[in-house]
């Protein structure tokens, strides 16, 4: 991505601090062309920082350093602003109307205000603004020209800013290796207040309250890490933070109080030896803590759940390989999720063993505690989770967030539509172009109160309390995901609910809810429950995915030489579809070691090449092997002659629209196909191998997308890049490392998304 160039003939930085200090060097060091100059009341900062390198000049007078200077810094105190502005406002009466003002306070409705009182009005040119940065130290001396890099800067324009200033001001901290976001002044103070604020209170408190006793030479001399880390915040500029907890006044009692009550909740629960609720607190706080860090690294600050921007994860794959060895892949995400909601509603203790550690499964795990669920884990594929019946979930503090998990959203709707709390379902960038009506409609029917967003899209806001009543509904489309919903809302549910699919569909839901203790019966293509049961925890072993495997099944079987042996994978009859497939296409596919483990068939699946022949998908196939179509299409494209798919148009409303995306990709390799509105026809090859090449592919942040495709290299001419690949984590950690294992030549890189 280029360097932001700074196109101002002079800037003036009031208040020559650490944060002052450190935006003039960031700015010296990115080569910036024209004058800095700062006002400071101690001369001697402004001398020290001449002598450093740091400004060209200063003076203890803002009077003297106003004109000439195209954007002003404001980076003093805030309860200093008051007079600051004043000055400002006399001397820009006379001065060029193009000055740009902006200011790095960690509070911005007082800074706002202070402006509005001294101008008369909001400046149009006034872009307020606040670096999420900083040290315990002060002092120009303390000037670091790296403070902002990779850091994030949030913007807070008005309604009737200049856009022109507010561009400029980016410009700036996008010269010093910033991230600059924006939001609105007053959610800017509640942010800010619990995540810098309140710290920085409870900080200060600690430290004091240890120091005024009387063995506190004792105390400091045998404080471990912890306490140093957490405490390092204490030694910040107490005027200046004095000034912060003034102007921020009611957001940050606002957050003190959200805090005293989870501490009091805490305390609660020490006096009482409640393990459970003590685990469930620092289990949710763990977790929280690591996984939203990660989407916080991924994030827009602004927008709150949005995709990737920046260092796009991009796959390389080599043309050629081998494939060979033998592998385990992880967990079913599918029996994942199910084993952590049936858990966490079962009266006891569940231990789940092969959990797929993917980030939709860590969704689930989190949304539940955010619910009060006491989990331990995951840890190497075990969790332990902490039962608290089907009435004994708790209202979630905010939104829950489930990632790019459709199976989450679907499956959560119908539990949630049962409680007697309210809870909003959110995700991705992704997730909240899925299709959401499908499941809040038939819920509506069984008495539910559901809101979606245009065009029956998430966001999912669901009233709790409602009095839900069973019904009969005949699913127009196949689909395991409404399905579950409806049986999961059925638990909840005056009389019986029933479920008829017009074809099959996966059916781990109903094997797990019977494995749980929770009758659920099936004849013929109805499956139905009756309301006011209830789960009994047992032990959940969770098969491999056989999702995940299709993409080795696929690898070895279009391969010449190969020979893996897949350990351990799930072969639930409604998942099937893929083994089914290529076996027809002429697969050298085995099955040996067949058994169960909680109620869920699997086996060991050996592969070997042998020549594939393209087919016509029989259509009772279709939903059997609904998610496995991208890899299914690398088949066909190594196949003899052509396949032909219909009736799998629910391809068009996943993660991306499947068929499309693929039908783009192979027509960049040169494999000839042809789209229909619910399914495709690829023309595999008429001589004895293959004959497709390289190029760039847009996975458009599709996981199955770019695991297809990366197989596809195995049998390419030329390197196959792949764009957008980060969501593989979603449901397949490790892809890379295991692919490179037996013998994929693919390689990750990151690469700046937008420039």
């Known amino acids: 991505m280029q360097q932001a160039v700074v196109d101002e003939s002079r800037i003036l930085i009031v208040g020559l601090g650490l944060i002052g200090g450190s935006l003039a060097a960031a700015l010296k060091s990115a080569g910036f062309k024209g004058e800095i100059v700062a006002c400071d009341r101690d001369p001697d900062e402004i001398a020290r920082g001449v002598a450093m390198g740091v400004i060209d000049g200063g003076d203890t007078q803002l009077a003297t350093l106003v004109t000439g200077s195209t954007m002003i810094v404001l980076a003093v105190p805030v309860l200093a602003m008051d007079a600051v502005m004043e000055e400002l406002a006399i001397r820009l009466i006379h001065t060029d109307s193009q000055v740009v003002i902006t200011d790095v306070g960690s509070t911005k409705a007082a800074i706002r205000d202070s402006a509005r009182r001294a101008f008369g009005q909001l400046p149009a040119n006034l872009v307020l603004g606040h ?256 039962g608290v019946g089907m009435h004994g979930l708790k209202a979630p503090s905010g939104p829950l967030y489930v990632g790019n998990a459709g199976t989450a959203m679907r499956l959560f709707a119908g539990l949630l539509a049962g409680q007697a709390f309210d809870t909003e379902l959110t995700g991705d960038a992704s997730l909240t172009k899925r299709p959401m009506g499908r499941v809040a409609d038939p819920l509506r029917q069984m008495g539910a109160v559901i809101g979606t967003a245009e065009g029956g899209r998430p966001p999912l806001k669901i009233k709790g309390g409602q009095m839900l009543k069973g019904i009969y509904y005949d699913m127009p489309m196949a689909s395991a995901q409404v399905k579950s919903c409806l049986l999961l809302a059925g638990m909840y549910a005056e009389s019986e609910t029933r479920v008829r699919e017009p074809a099959p569909t996966r059916d781990h839901t109903e094997r797990m809810l019977n494995g749980f203790g929770y009758p659920v019966e099936r004849q013929g293509d109805t499956c139905w429950l009756s309301g006011g049961g209830k789960l009994i925890a047992g032990p959940i072993d969770v098969p491999s995915d056989i999702s995940s495997a299709t993409f080795f099944l696929v690898a070895a079987a279009i391969t010449p030489g190969s020979d893996l042996t897949l350990e351990h994978v799930g072969i639930n009859p409604t998942r099937i579809g893929v083994i089914n497939i290529l076996q027809a296409m002429g697969a050298n596919l085995t099955l040996s070691n067949e058994h169960e483990v909680g109620g869920e068939p699997v086996a060991d699946i050996r592969v070997r090449y042998a020549p594939l022949t393209g087919i016509e998908i029989p259509r009772d196939q279709v939903p059997l092997a609904i998610d496995e179509f991208p890899a299914l299409f690398v088949a066909a494209a190594n196949a003899k002659g052509v396949t032909r798919l219909r009736g799998a148009e629910e391809l068009r409303v996943k993660e991306s629209d499947r068929l499309q995306a693929m039908a783009d990709g192979l027509t960049v390799l040169g494999v000839d196909n042809r789209l229909y509105d619910d399914g495709i026809d690829i023309v595999g090859h008429e001589g004895e191998t293959p004959n497709y090449g390289g190029g760039h592919i847009d996975s458009l942040g599709d996981h199955r997308i770019a695991m297809a495709f990366t197989v596809a290299g195995l049998r390419a001419r030329d390197e196959i890049v792949i764009d957008d690949c980060a969501n593989v984590a979603t449901s397949f950690p490790g892809f890379i490392e295991l692919a490179r294992s037996v013998g994929l030549r693919v390689d990750e890189e990151r690469r700046e998304a937008h420039d």
Request: proline fraction near 4%; hydrophobic fraction near 40%; charge should be negative.
């Open 131 to 386: 670096p999420i940065a900083g040290s315990e130290k002060s002092g120009v001396a303390a000037s670091d020209p790296d403070l902002y890099r990779q850091h994030k800067v949030i913007l807070t324009p008005a309604v009737d800013t200049n856009p022109a200033a507010l561009v400029r001001v980016r410009t700036l901290w996008g010269a010093c290796g910033a991230e600059v976001l924006e939001m609105d002044v007053e959610r800017h103070d509640q942010v800010l207040a619990r995540t810098s604020h309140l710290p920085h209170l409870l900080a200060f408190s600690l430290v004091d309250t240890l120091a005024r006793q009387d063995e506190r030479l004792e105390i400091f001399r045998y404080a471990a890490g912890g306490f140093r880390d957490f405490t390092r915040i204490a030694g910040s500029d107490p005027v200046m933070w004095r000034d912060i907890f003034l102007a921020n006044r009611d957001a940050v009692l606002t957050a003190l109080d959200d805090f005293e009550v989870g501490v009091a909740r805490l305390r609660h629960a020490v006096e009482a030896g409640d393990g459970d609720a003590m685990l469930a607190t620092f289990g949710r706080a763990s977790h929280a803590r690591h996984y939203f860090d990660t989407l916080l690294n991924q994030t827009s600050y602004q927008a709150g759940y949005q995709t990737m921007e920046h260092n796009n994860l991009c796959y390389r794959v080599a043309p050629g390989g081998s494939v060979s060895g033998r592998i385990r892949v992880p967990g079913d995400k599918s029996v994942s999720h199910r084993s952590i909601m049936l858990g966490a509603l079962a009266e006891g203790v569940t231990e789940v063993k092969g959990f797929l550690e993917g980030e939709d499964s860590l969704a689930t795990l989190q949304a539940f505690r955010e619910m009060g669920v006491a989990i331990e884990g995951p840890h190497q594929g075990r969790v332990t989770i902490h």
